[in-house]
């Protein structure tokens, strides 16, 4: 149980949202604990510890999909039954020879990981509760075959589930067999959880547009959660089929999936221990209150209930102790722009980042009519015009999330490819938004590193066991992101929970997550908003700084006093169309823009 | 064989369009979609086995306080699963909160019903059955209260004020309430009436169907499955996609067996929600950003 533990207790950011709970203590007193039961020589304690660990292999694999990835997946009792059937019947030789129980095993978790992949892939394209009716009606679907396929699955009468042979044989060796394939599932999903990966599946829950934003191509990235989360199901199948030595259909109900999904409900959405302690508790409940067996189903389902109407965060939320500690009142964000140098790389080549002839119309409405515009290498371009003039939809439009109707985008002279915004963070193109997006539960830090997801180099498998590669990457990206902090000047609230930060200082955090992808284009949506005037004069500063360092900057604003100091070069869009482009001496004076706009 | 895939699809296609029309009431209102509606038609078979057959009671009485406990059951729905967490209705939380709540109501069934499926009386006193095959009620009931209740609602919706401020409120809820239209209480009504249609479609379905605490999970998917096809919202197409459903269903069931009949719905309503996933009928919705 040590091996589980190390991942967890690697020196890292004082409190990242992965640590408020997991210290390693924890960990190794339920180590300790599971090593040390047969000493009870309690069988009856000891089945019940089986079908605790065999649940918590599934759910550990849930919880990347509910917990972290949030998507509602309450049919994944589906690939237990999966697992279970496939070992079974293969075990017993249902389907030509019969095959070796480890063997069969692993077919148990193949099955389920090609079934994780097929009801995950609506999850893709689809709305959340259509997701949820697909896991739902998969789970239905699986039990009716089961029921009718009697060459395979002995329909009613059900199948002998395979015996393992020695050392795992039934009674305590199979116990230690459940035991550590459950301590292998907490480290493997631990390691994911903390890892870039881990906090890009907690972004496309939170902050999906950010996610893209930051590279994070979501598609694949479920995709193979989706597979671990289904394979696991089918071992944890493999294994139940074992511990209840004889499985029929009713064996699989619905209400298994919603005993794994308030466990994580309970735990706390993006936490491993939490998920995996209600695991333990809910698995346990029932057999030491008899008289609750018949209701145990109507009590989890009212405590669901409870759960989503009043602590939707779950019990790590209540407990999270550290960060409900005051933080200080009065802060001041210190920017410090000689950092730069070291976030940045000097670019000397000449970028142009372009847009020809855009337009773009929502129903009747024509957003952008029209549009030309260039932003290069080393200068600061701001874009203005009144609310409703298409600023915001025309940089929409530049990262990847809007289609104009015509017109073309150019990166260097490359036609830069509209939609697949999650293109933009390869072609080091990097935006804030005007209402921050974040990951509220998530600390500054790590809202940052997302930032850096491109950066990394491990596969998802080197940091499923947690190689060299991956912890390399962790390391940079920590480094990297704490710079970036230092830079914005919040590098003192970097454990902080992001949804506890004031809004000046999200704005900046959301910057600090932009440099972290060394852009060559930083493009900002309107940065002073709800700025005092001394952190508007730091963040003019600092921008010119990034552009001196060579990135070309598009600058959204309001703030005419900020625009006309540090940009080069500024577009004044009105109704869609470009009302003036020059130097800000020339808008100043140009009198359609004065009238329109400034005001005289 | 014709005739009972036709006879038995359609039947059974209606109650899924009618589940479909209770799943858009709710939707429509309230912008949720509730997992209560496949409980609705778990009710509509149990209770009405229950008080009609069990009780004793006279049927058109049984009727009647069947469909009244439904309105009931979607009153409570709102209140009760709905209304708290509509305020942050991109979390989703409602898909929880509806689940748990069916859930909770089909754990009752189970243990005060029992989970073994139980007969359903048969409602009018005449062997409808013997003059033709095609006249059997079990099979005539679900579509006529299938027709009924698209033309009531249609009724509703076009010709009085009431239905063209639900209308007003599926629209555009912002403005309905600008307009001083009691958003809550038409919010209440929708679900009042989408549990009479829950329940009307277990009822009249439930001599086919059963009374079976487990049709709760079968009506939900099958009852959703018109409505993704469909478009969410369009009782016309929640219709056309049930009695589709339907007979492809029972085809399947004769001409393939029953294990493919269901992975081919299965595999049927992914690939057009992958292909379409506004549904055969609906219109994409921009994505904002």
């Not at chain 1, 709800?530 to 598009?554: F, P």
């Not at chain 2, 003059?131 to 006529?144: H, N, R």
């Not at chain 2, 439930?206 to 605490?213: C, H």
Request: hydrophobic share 50%; aromatic share 10%.
């Amino acid at each position: 149980m040590t091996d589980t533990a190390a991942p967890i207790s690697q020196p890292k950011a004082p409190a990242g949202w992965l640590g408020r709970l997991e210290g390693s203590a924890w960990w190794i007193v339920l180590g300790l604990a599971g090593l040390l039961l047969p000493l009870l020589e309690d069988s009856y304690i000891g089945v019940i510890a089986q079908r605790a660990y065999i649940y918590w292999v599934l759910s550990a694999g849930l919880n990347l999909v509910v917990g972290y990835a949030g998507q509602i997946a309450i049919g994944w009792v589906s690939m237990l039954t999966l697992g279970a059937y496939t070992t079974a019947a293969l075990a017993a030789g249902r389907v030509g020879p019969e095959w070796h129980p480890f063997l069969a095993l692993a077919a148990g978790g193949v099955m389920g990981a090609v079934a994780g992949v097929v009801v995950g892939l609506p999850a893709l394209r689809l709305r959340t509760f259509y997701f949820a009716m697909t896991t739902l009606g998969f789970s239905t679907i699986v039990t009716q075959v089961a029921l009718a396929w009697k060459d395979v699955t002995g329909g009613g009468v059900g199948t002998p589930g395979p015996v393992f042979p020695w050392p795992f044989d039934p009674g305590w060796g199979f116990y230690y067999f459940c035991f550590f394939l459950a301590a292998l599932a907490t480290w493997m999903t631990a390691n994911i959880g903390a890892s870039r990966y881990g906090r890009a599946l907690v972004a496309i829950r939170d902050a999906e547009v950010a996610a893209e934003a930051s590279g994070v191509s979501k598609a694949r990235l479920l995709i193979l959660v989706f597979m671990l989360a289904g394979a696991l199901g089918g071992v944890a199948g493999g294994l139940f089929a074992s511990l209840q030595s004889y499985i029929t259909p009713d064996a699989f109900t619905f209400e298994m999936s919603v005993l794994f999904f308030i466990a994580i409900l309970i735990g706390g959405r993006g936490s491993i221990l939490g998920p995996a302690l209600a695991t333990i508790i809910l698995t346990a409940l029932p057999e030491f209150a008899a008289p609750l067996v018949q209701w145990s189903t109507f009590l989890y389902a009212t405590l669901l209930l409870v759960i989503v109407l009043v602590i939707p965060g779950g019990i790590a939320d209540l407990l999270d102790f550290r960060n409900r500690r005051p933080l200080e009142k009065h802060r001041e964000i210190v920017t410090r722009p000689e950092l730069l140098a070291r976030v940045l790389d000097r670019h000397s080549e000449k970028n142009t980042l372009s847009m020809t002839g855009i337009e773009l119309h929502f129903g009747g409405v024509r957003a952008i009519d029209g549009l030309d515009l260039e932003v290069r290498s080393g200068e600061v371009h701001g874009l203005i015009g009144p609310n409703g003039s298409g600023k915001t939809t025309a940089l929409n439009v530049l990262s990847g999330y809007y289609k104009p109707h015509a017109g073309e985008a150019r990166l260097n002279g490359a036609v830069l490819p509209f939609l697949e915004a999650h293109t933009r963070a390869d072609r080091r193109i990097a935006r804030t938004f005007q209402t921050p997006r974040i990951v509220g539960g998530a600390s500054v830090l790590d809202n940052v590193m997302i930032g850096g997801t491109i950066f990394g180099q491990a596969t998802f498998s080197e940091t499923l066991l947690s190689l060299p590669r991956h912890r390399r990457d962790e390391a940079h990206l920590r480094e990297a992101a704490l710079l970036a902090l230092a830079t914005v000047g919040l590098e003192q609230l970097a454990a902080v929970r992001a949804d506890r930060l004031q809004h000046s200082e999200l704005r900046f955090m959301e910057i600090a997550r932009a440099l972290m992808l060394r852009p060559a284009f930083l493009m900002l949506d309107e940065p002073a908003a709800g700025l005092s005037a001394e952190e508007i004069r730091r963040l003019g500063a600092l921008i010119v700084a990034i552009s001196r360092s060579g990135t070309g900057v598009l600058l959204i604003e309001h703030h005419a006093d900020l625009i006309f100091d540090i940009c080069d070069r500024v577009t004044v869009l009105n109704l869609g169309k470009k009302l003036a482009a020059g130097t800000p001496a020339e808008i100043r004076s140009h009198r359609e823009v004065v009238s329109a706009y400034l005001g005289a | 064989m014709f005739q009972s895939i036709v006879s038995y699809g359609l039947a059974v296609g209606a109650v899924y369009a009618l589940i479909g029309i209770t799943y858009n009431v709710m939707y429509s209102a309230s912008r949720v979609f509730s997992f209560t509606a496949g409980m609705l038609g778990m009710l509509g078979g149990v209770l009405g086995a229950l008080f009609i057959h069990k009780w004793g009671m006279n049927a058109v009485l049984g009727f009647v306080l069947v469909l009244g406990c439904g309105a009931l059951m979607g009153l409570v729905t709102e209140i009760l699963t709905v209304r708290p967490v509509l305020k942050s209705i991109e979390q989703h939380l409602y898909v929880l909160s509806t689940l748990a709540f069916a859930l909770m109501i089909q754990q009752v069934t189970a243990i005060e019903w029992g989970t073994e499926a139980q007969p359903f009386p048969v409602l009018i006193p005449i062997e409808t059955g013997t003059v033709s095959a095609w006249l059997d009620q079990k099979f005539l009931l679900p579509l006529l209260a299938c027709a009924v209740t698209i033309a009531g609602l249609e009724y509703l919706y076009r010709r009085t004020l009431i239905g063209r401020a639900f209308l007003a409120i599926a629209e555009d809820s912002y403005a309905a309430r600008a307009l001083g239209l009691p958003e809550t209480r038409l919010r209440l009504a929708s679900y009042a009436i989408a549990g009479i249609i829950g329940t009307l479609a277990g009822f009249t379905g439930a001599q086919m169907l059963l009374a079976y605490f487990g049709n709760q999970a079968i009506l939900s998917f099958y009852g959703f499955v018109p409505v993704a096809l469909g478009g969410m919202g369009s009782n016309r197409g929640a219709v056309i996609g049930g009695l589709a459903l339907g007979l492809f269903q029972q085809a399947a069931n004769f001409l393939v067996g029953g294990i493919f009949a269901a992975v081919a719905v299965f595999a049927v309503f992914i690939v057009v929600l992958l292909i379409r996933p506004e549904g055969l009928a609906g219109a994409a919705t921009a994505r904002r950003v």
